[in-house]
């Protein structure tokens, strides 16, 4: 094996690898078949959890794979191989579900646990590369996590059977949170922290309340226009005819009044606003208000209750909570 001396060796042969193995992971996509269809259908009506087990590299992946499934919905737990064999088969329940990892699917530690497994009637689940393996002829069902090579040098090291394994857990639990018609609102129950968490479940209602309530009446003047957008502090003012909602003026709409200043002394609110505001409401998520300021190329949403003004919120509330 020659070594990597040259930058444009090092370049090449990074890349090579990012299309080995996207390659692989393409490949995959063959392997699904009616068996994982009915494995869905299977999981989704679980009594119990997922409980998700892998030694050495495996391991690492079948953490990862547990955390997803219980994310999205699925309740899982990780349970290191080595480990149940000295206590952590505890637990496991009863109508529990055992998703096993293993690339040579011939695991020392499987061949101990396996048995064990069968004699209290849990539904073992195989991800393995070998459709010959022990593991895979003592499973009930077999996710198969088969790829041409490693990208490792040697063709030894865990590298894209790693990232095969990772890729069939993603699906496999994304597949079940379909199959369960989880709802946005679950999935915040799910993350209840960080920037996630906040993307799930804060909601207009939660910011706008801290802002003024910039307002003023159809005939007011600009003078009285310019003062409540510079009062209120959110670069905009609705525009109202007692409780009638007629529109809004940003500080664009009072930039693009200035340049042509004849009559400004003349000139009232219904003659400087815009017509047709983009509105929100209080359940509306923050991340769709968000994702609605952003395709109209503005910073503020006026709040509504029905036909009520109820306030506004600004593009900088919602990124000062880190949502982006």
């Known amino acids: 094996m020659n ?93 529990d579900a055992i998703l096993m990892i ?25 991800m393995t590369a070998k459709k010959d393996s022990y593991l895979t002829q003592h499973a009930d069902h077999l996710i198969h996590a088969n790829v041409d090579q490693e990208i490792c040098p040697h063709n030894i090291s865990p590298t894209v059977s790693a990232t095969a394994q990772l890729v069939l857990g993603d699906v496999l639990a994304v597949s079940l949170a379909r199959m369960k018609g989880v709802e946005l609102h ?10 996630i ?23 007011s003047s600009v003078e009285e226009v310019i003062c409540e957008i510079s009062s209120k502090r959110l670069g905009a003012t609705a525009v109202l005819e ?12 009072i930039r ?23 509105l929100t409401n209080e359940n509306e998520l923050l991340v769709n208000a968000l994702q609605k300021m952003r395709s109209n190329n503005i910073s503020q949403l006026l709040v509504m209750d029905g036909e009520s003004y109820l306030g506004m919120i600004h593009l900088h509330d919602i990124l000062k909570e880190g949502i982006i």
Do not use: W
């Open 3 to 95: 070594s990597l001396k040259k930058k444009e060796d090092i370049l090449h042969f990074a890349k090579d690898c990012i299309q080995m193995e996207s390659d692989s992971i393409a490949k995959l996509a063959s392997s699904l078949d009616a068996d994982f269809v009915e494995l869905v259908k299977m999981l989704s009506e679980l009594e119990g959890k997922i409980v998700v087990s892998g030694i050495g590299k495996s391991a690492y992946i079948a953490r990862k794979i547990a955390s997803t499934l219980s994310s999205t919905g699925s309740p899982a737990i990780f349970m290191h191989t080595a480990d149940a064999l000295h206590g952590d088969m505890g637990i496991i329940g009863k109508s």
């Open 102 to 126: 293993s690339n040579s699917g011939n695991t020392p530690e499987f061949k101990v646990l396996i048995p064990l497994l069968k004699k209290e009637g849990n539904l073992i689940i195989a």
């Open 256 to 278: 693009r009044m200035l340049h042509n200043p004849e009559n400004l002394s003349e000139l009232k609110a219904k003659d400087v606003m815009s017509v047709n505001p983009k």
């Open 197 to 219: 968490g906040k993307s799930l479940y804060l909601k207009v209602g939660d910011l706008y309340l801290s802002n003024e309530n910039p307002r003023v009446d159809l005939f």
């Open 242 to 253: 007692g409780d009638k909602l007629c529109g809004i003026i940003t500080d664009g709409d």
């Open 186 to 195: 679950e999935m915040g129950k799910f993350h209840p922290g960080g920037m």
